[in-house]
Structure formats: structure tokens, C-alpha cells
């Protein structure tokens, strides 16, 4: 096969790169291919399980909180499965070559991003019922899209995570389902993280199409599916009737439904707000960042003493 010939030249590997993509064909790590693929993957993959991790914090800022011995229990173990997301995520980038300790620093020094809506801070208990039912329904919009990308090891990684998110996303529902069948005050509450979580949600599609530098070729490679404006008319188009059910208000005064576009219209995001939170000038940028940074640190020692126990395991093994 060509694309597995490395001699073969360029102009022959490429379009026969395109044609496995065209055809539907898994790309798997040991697959010859573009290097701007290879490093479109990494950024991606990376990214989002840096997302992953960062999105722990806003959560575990309530698991000493939770109102009740079961809601504490569920939080625990959502937040863990974040973690998990986060380790299977990293090891599909290594598989492309990345290492651990770049894709780390890059996000500690900031070069690498991470989802803009983790640096949103939560104020009360109602903000994780909006983040299990908005958040994670966003997420999970974008990640079954990634199911099918074109990446096999990415693939694979989402079809398990896209499992969990979804019960995710019903346990945040079920929070605020109590909250606004509740007193006047908790359903007070509920509509308070609706109004701050309602567009921060929609940012994390991504800009529009018309100023997405990465969507052109991403479609071409098929590794999106869906353009970032196409998944955010879902995502609306989807939680609209939720909120609905909810009896809460989605804070847009332009949303209604457009019966010849069989869609709801929405109002305009504050682009210059999302630009500035991409930048790191969010509300809780540098407390995420420093937060990882120490956590990283305490860690130093568990790392030591795996990679210890390692060569002492391998040692015994060869005198063996
Ligand atoms: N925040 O040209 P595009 C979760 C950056 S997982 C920050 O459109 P692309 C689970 C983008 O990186 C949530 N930066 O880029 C959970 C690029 O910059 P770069 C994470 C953003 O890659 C729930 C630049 O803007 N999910 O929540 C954002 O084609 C609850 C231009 O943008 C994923 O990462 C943003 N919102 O499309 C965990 C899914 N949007 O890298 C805990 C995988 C854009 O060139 C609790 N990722 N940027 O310097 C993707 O699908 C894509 O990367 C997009 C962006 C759609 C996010």
C-alpha cells in the first residue's frame, strides 16, 4: 500500500491518504499520514482531555457541599469519570506521539488550551445541576459527532465516554428538575445558573464557521463531522423544550422558533467575552491553572514511586 510505503513520494501519499478518509477507513497510529493531520490530532485530543481534567475543578469545588449523602456520592463518582476521560484521552495523543509531560506543560504555561467554559466559576448548588445538564449535553453533542471521526483511537476512546456523559447529562437534569419542582427560593436558584451557564454553554462549539480557522480542513479530513454552527443549532434546538419542561426562562430575549427553518433563531454571542476567556482573561483562568500546577506537584512523589516500582519489577523479571 502506498500510504504505509515510507519512501514513497508525497504527491502519492497524500491523495491516498484522502481516499481512506474518503472511503469511510479508520486511520490508526501506525498508518502513515500528513503531519499537519498528526499535529491537528494532537492539539485536539490533547485540548480535550485537558478539559476534561481543568472541568474537575468547578464540580469538586461541591462534593464537600452536596445537600445530601446520595448527591455527594453521585458528584464523587462523576467527577472521577472526568478523570478517567481525561487519562484515556491522553494516551490516544500519546499513541501520535506526544509525550505526557509536553501535552502537561503546554497546558500549564498556557500554550495549549482547554475548554472556555471551565473557567466559569460555580456559586452555588443549582450550577452543578446546570453544568451536568448544559455542559455535559453539550459535550456530549459534539462527542458523538466524534464517534465517527476519522482517528481510530480517538473513536474508540469517545464511543466509552460518550456512555458516561450521558448519564451525566440526566443526573444535571434530575438536580434541576428537583430544584424547580422546589420552593420558590431553589427554583430562584435554578433559573440564577440558568442565566449564567445559558451562554457560556453555547460558546463552547467553538466561533462561528465563518471564523473557525481549523473547520475547513477538519471536515475535509473528516475528523469534524459537523461544523461548530451546525452542532450549536442542535444543541439549542434540543434544550430549548428542556428548559421548557423545567418552567425556566432561557435568558434570550431574540430565541423563538422559525417555522420555515424548522430550527429556533438565537441571539448573538458576546464573541469579544469568549475571546477573552480563550485568552485566559476569564473569571477563574489563573486559579484553574494554578490549581493544576500545585496538584501537579503533591503528585511528584506518586510518580516517582510508580516509575520506581516499575524498574524494580523490570530488574526481577530480567534476573529471573
Ligand atoms: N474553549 O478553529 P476552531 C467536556 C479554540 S469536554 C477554548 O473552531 P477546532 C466534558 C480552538 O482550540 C469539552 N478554546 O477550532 C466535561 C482553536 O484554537 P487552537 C471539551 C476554544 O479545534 C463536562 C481556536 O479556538 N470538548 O466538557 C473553544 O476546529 C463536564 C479556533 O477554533 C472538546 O474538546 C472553546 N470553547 O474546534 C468535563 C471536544 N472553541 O487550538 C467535565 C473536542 C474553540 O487552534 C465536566 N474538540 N477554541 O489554538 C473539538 O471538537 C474542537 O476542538 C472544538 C473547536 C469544537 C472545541
Known sequence: MPQDNPTAPMDDREPVFQARIDRDEKIEPKDWMPEKYRRTMIRQISQHAHSEVIGMQPEGNWITRAPSLRRKAVLLAKVQDEAGHGLYLYSAAETLGATREDMIADLQSGKAKYSSIFNYPTLTWADIGAIG??????????????????????????????????????????????????????????????????????????????????????????????TNDELRQRFVDQTVPQAEYLGLTVPDPDLHWNKEREHYDFGEIDWDEFWQVVKGNGPCNRQRIAHHVAAHEEGEWVREAALAYQARKASAEEAA
Open 133 to 226: 445538564w448544559l455542559v455535559d449535553g453539550a459535550a456530549i453533542m459534539n462527542q458523538v459527532m466524534l464517534c465517527r471521526t476519522s482517528y481510530g483511537p480517538y473513536a474508540r476512546g469517545m464511543v466509552r465516554i460518550c456512555k458516561e456523559e450521558s448519564f451525566h447529562q440526566r443526573q444535571g437534569y434530575e438536580i434541576m428538575l428537583t430544584l424547580s419542582r422546589g420552593s420558590d427560593q431553589q427554583k430562584a436558584m435554578a433559573q440564577d445558573a440558568l442565566n449564567r451557564y445559558w451562554w457560556p454553554s453555547l460558546m463552547m462549539f467553538g466561533p462561528r464557521d465563518d471564523d473557525s480557522p481549523n473547520t475547513q480542513q477538519s471536515m475535509k479530513w473528516r475528523i469534524k463531522r459537523q
